[in-house]
């Protein structure tokens, strides 16, 4: 079985999927739409595939799922108009930066019986998902606490930030849904400091760039995450888990592993530049997984309720540094 | 100049100080005193020094210096005396548990003008004074984030737990003052999460396993820190700090160095089975740090005040875990 | 300017290049061909190109270019006819067995100013090609020493061996080729040992598994290459290099990079389990050189000098084993 | 027991050897000799110890072992004195430049029954020594091929290099006893090359700075050795041993382990200085081995034989280098 996709959004990440679509031998890229043509267009002529409007997609006999990459205020809409339209959904996270929109925007598709997965790339990165694996065949016995180390190679322009819906919400989610894969229980209290330290600009858009966020489960179980907006050596990506009978961890990926030795020491090169280059297999990875499932009738994760906890976290977040307290989950959601 | 020292408790820690002591060139071990008669005499006849009383030692006109290494319970009333009779003084951690006997004890040795460091020996550790020496050449920027990775490589028996103050006073007490050390600013918040992952033994007596805790000083710098009781691996002893130019950080130290590749991966042997022989080298730079103070007429560090301010935060934390909220520095000390 | 391409021979290699061929935007797979039907149609059914025979490739005037990835016995007769056709031509190496075949070979090829890439996909490795560009920019200084470790994860069938040409010609020529590549002079003298310790039937077939190897250059640069045909942790390929000013080398590269920490120790899962996984990166950037060169009008580097090269390398290596004495390269070009 | 030692030679190795027994609870350092007072006396004065001339050392009843760290060209007169007088001897290598006037040294050690070890440091290294338990306890199975890299962090003056007996004897011997050590058979045949690629007044001396050898055994089993005396990244000592079931190795030891993080990528400090500081460990252990040797009237090893059986490896490098060929150890011993 081939699914045939349309790309809903021709922006960098929307690039990012029409290359994972496009090598994956199950899938057809069939046409593209995006507010500019033009992205379109390049789109369309670099992989051989037909520029549609969204309208004209949504009514395509010949599509059977959508990617939407389109800007995060058109997620919602986009996601109850195709689960109406019965093409299987995978969204970009977030689905909305409301958490009152998302329940509604989940009710949608519930009630149409729709197929929604929702972008949480970096369940799929191979060295991740191989720490997961590693949990799962008992190499660590209970997960006890975990750690998430996560910053980005610069700070975004204050007008990414203006959009973005906060820290907790843009950065951290993607890092409160790896500590729920990891942790294998559902956090119930969440206590955050949060700070700016790198970018003032960011301070006087009411945000913050720099996060420490605890999370603790019913039973105990802790995930500790570390986010900063810059890391001058680049794309900084790690995790560890730490359990009753060990550790398991996974490191930093290196465009270039080589190391030179001189009389300053030993230096390695710095690392990915961003999560274009880092993430690379997981994408493809995430696009294989979506397509695996359509094909065994299997719903994909992660799901919408997926996408749904990772902001609840968020909120949660937020609520803890303006409150000064240990903020329950059950108080969001 | 010679240092002419006494020792005061010939037990676990009490064998590690009298090497340091008789392995450092400006040093002499002069006399030992215990309650075990027979465990002062071990340490006497391994290195040619005295057995006494710790009635003689404060008489003694051959001493200069005594390093306590007694009972917890001991420590406040050993500093005072020895302050009084112009000993200078070198005491384990904690000075006591309760943060008012400190501040009482400290007051003494003001007002008796003595000299007093306690043994927070992590900061002698040569790769953490390293990271230290990195800051302060500017390698990092601006001091951001701190993240101190601490694990035991085993629960210690309920009888230890018992009198131990509890995980933050007894073990936390150290990452406290590794982050004071580390983020050059003083802490102003905690947030603490605590569990009883590792053994309910623990739990029954009131205490944790498993901790997790933020601090955030008034600049917003945040430092994270992971304690667990058990490690299945080792002594797993590691620190990171953040910056504005950049990340520095010091890995586990190993006993053997050794890598094995076969079918089943690559493997390299477990960290050390605890804290002498991780930090041997920590624990004499720490003596000859005293000695050197001793020698120029300088306060040695950690001083009386840095013991102090790391009990605060233990205490804090426990607030923290308690109250669930985050916890002002100010509330405590 | 798009290179047509047609892929002669459709076996394990033949499918990794029809795969770097396909997914490079300045290159299209228009016809396969091989001595099997089946196995020719299977790629063509991959990649949506046709299926051809030998000379009716040679007779297409849609095709630019071929990659010859057949038996090393057709491949020095294959690189004439298709000089003679024009088409340019990239060879799998070894360019023959037999060094004067070789020089016949080439002299057709500049006869009929034919474009000849010979496949030593080694040198694009982007951490080896790292290496290399490192040493171009001045970072170890002159360059005075290289250890090149390469052994396979385990040793090819006794069918495999006798059409190989021995341990040599089939897997130290890449290690010759990467000595040549990083010392930057010509190795002068080769001194080898070569020992049967993997498999007694290799032995029997009078080749070895297990050989050691000396190049000296005129000026004394040296290279130590280190071969077994078995190891049990993987696909192991490690380079580096020592000059006046520093050492720079380029680690194993690992499919899953993750770690896990228990009683036993620390351990990381093997390596990659051959060339097609561990080299992939390699291939399609080794294509990608050869399609820029078309491009560009400039001769494709590794030249079919440079096959020669390395095969009297390795005819030198077996003169040395047999002789027992340090052999002039000059003895045998 | 209490092994009572004498010093023969207060120099820069002396000073080594002198901590070693003194920091050594089963050894008491009782007199030191050198031809210079002053540095003697400096030893004597650390240690507590007293100076004596090597005649006293000779007639001294309270001395039950020396340790031989005087100029080489007076080792084998030592030897053959102190044996007659009845002391145990460890002497630093070599025994002697000259292989025939070391056979005639160790034919006084076996007429009169006396104890020689030699001082081939590096097997005591706890690193090194693991690799070689790792062996013995059967993880890579049988070993096939060992790889040991050494460099010196800088050239040794020309003076020290006229008197060294060039760097096969002087240099490679300890790489020549690391192979014995690990290889667990004896090399048969010796391939060496040499140059002078570091500083030519070595080369106007008829010496070699940098150096690569192959040895073979009688089963096949190779041991490759890359020499250089010059590392600008510090005193870099590495072995790896390849064998039918995995891969052992021991890497650099580093003073401190810190990496630091930045834009330009991420960079460890240099490795040790030089011996003193990277084989503290080891020398301490050789000693400890020397004396409990004596105390259980077992042989300690490395015997003479050893340092007999090293220096014939060096001459037939050097051999090799001249005649360009494999030379047979038989040739030599």
Redo the contacts between chains.
């Keep these: 079985m081939t699914v045939r996709f349309a790309l809903l959004g021709a922006g960098r990440i929307g690039k990012v999927h029409a290359k994972a679509v496009t090598?994956n031998?199950d899938a057809r890229l069939v046409a593209v739409a995006d507010a500019f043509p033009a992205a379109a267009q390049a789109i369309a002529d670099?992989y051989g595939c037909a520029v549609r409007t969204i309208d004209e997609i949504e009514k395509s006999k010949d599509i059977d799922a959508v990617v939407i990459c389109t800007p995060t205020d058109t997620h919602a809409d986009l996601i109850e108009r195709f689960c109406r339209a019965k093409k299987a959904v995978f969204c970009e996270k977030p689905i909305d930066l409301s958490l009152a929109r998302v329940k509604q925007c989940l009710a949608v598709v519930k009630e149409t019986k729709g197929t929604l997965m929702v972008g949480f790339n970096r369940r799929f990165d191979?060295?991740f998902a191989?720490?997961r694996q590693?949990i799962d065949d008992g190499?660590?016995g209970?997960v006890?606490?975990a750690?998430i180390?996560s910053?980005d190679p610069g700070a975004p322009p204050a007008d990414y930030i203006k959009r973005s819906g906060g820290i907790f919400r843009d950065m951290t989610i993607h890092d409160f849904d790896m500590a729920r894969f990891l942790l294998g229980e559902e956090p119930e209290?969440v206590?955050?400091?949060a700070?700016?330290?790198?970018d003032k600009a960011i301070g006087r858009l009411g945000d913050f760039d720099?996060?420490?966020?605890?999370l603790?489960t019913k039973?105990?179980?802790?995930a500790?995450i570390?986010n900063?907006r810059?890391?001058?050596?680049g794309y900084?990506q790690r995790i560890e888990v730490?359990g009753?009978?060990?550790?398991?961890?996974?490191?930093n990926?290196r465009?270039?592993?080589?190391?030179?030795?001189?009389?300053?020491?030993?230096?390695?090169?710095?690392l990915h530049d961003f999560f274009m280059t880092r993430y690379t297999d997981a994408y493809a990875a995430e696009i294989a997984h979506f397509i695996a499932a359509l094909a065994s009738k299997k719903k994909p994760k992660p799901s919408g309720d997926d996408g749904m906890a990772a902001l609840a976290l968020a909120e949660a977040a937020l609520k803890s540094v303006a409150e000064?307290?240990?903020v329950k989950v059950a108080e969001i959601a």
Tied chains: 1, 2, 3, 4.
């Design positions: 090598g031998a670099a191979p060295h191989a720490v590693a190499a660590i209970k006890e606490m750690t180390t910053r209290t206590m955050a400091s700070s700016v330290l790198v720099s996060v420490s966020v605890i603790t039973s105990g179980r802790q500790v570390s900063s810059r890391a001058t050596y900084d730490h009753s009978e060990g550790l398991v961890s996974a490191e990926q465009p270039v592993s080589i190391e030179v030795a001189g009389a300053k020491g030993y230096t390695r090169p710095p000064g307290r240990a």
